[in-house]
């Protein structure tokens, strides 16, 4: 099963956090002093607030899937989408570890496809991104071209 992914970048993470809590009525399943995250079942959804990106608002969408196959099958269909991407094996990005592909819309929206499979304990920036985006994740800039980083730690 797949689980949706919004990500939004927000100015005061401790206002924003209490917000979202008392609308899903529910902590969050993680929380770090720049970054929280619920794993939702009602939506079913991977919902993250950051301090880290330009500017608050929506910083990109994506899906999170349970098996590396799942990532497979929505990289290729990204692939036949003509769109440009990129794809991470075993990064670490979120304080979470794993494997992900990147494509932005034809409106410059990041949407990111990834696979989890560990918990990390620094956030993660990927230091070739670090000055390219001022996304609150790792997710590089529209004009990526496709190219696949192996073994790679996003940071």
Request: proline fraction near 5%; glycine fraction near 6%; hydrophobic fraction near 35%.
């Amino acid at each position: 099963m797949k689980r949706f992914h919004v990500h939004v970048a927000v100015s005061d993470l401790s206002e924003s956090i209490r917000f979202y809590s008392t609308f899903f009525n529910t902590p969050p399943t993680v929380e770090k002093e720049d970054y929280a995250k619920w794993m939702l079942d009602d939506p079913r959804i991977n919902f993250a607030i950051s301090t880290r990106g330009r500017e608050p608002g929506l910083d990109h969408l994506g899906i999170q899937v349970e098996n590396s196959d799942d990532l497979t099958d929505i990289s290729a269909r990204l692939k036949a989408a003509q769109q440009p991407i990129l794809e991470q094996e075993q990064t670490t990005c979120c304080y979470a570890q794993g494997d992900k592909t990147w494509v932005h819309d034809p409106q410059g929206i990041a949407w990111e496809s990834f696979y989890t499979t560990g918990a990390a304990t620094t956030y993660g920036e990927d230091a070739m991104f670090e000055t390219q985006t001022n996304s609150a994740c790792c997710a590089p800039m529209p004009e990526v071209v496709q190219v696949t980083i192996g073994k790679k730690e996003c940071k």
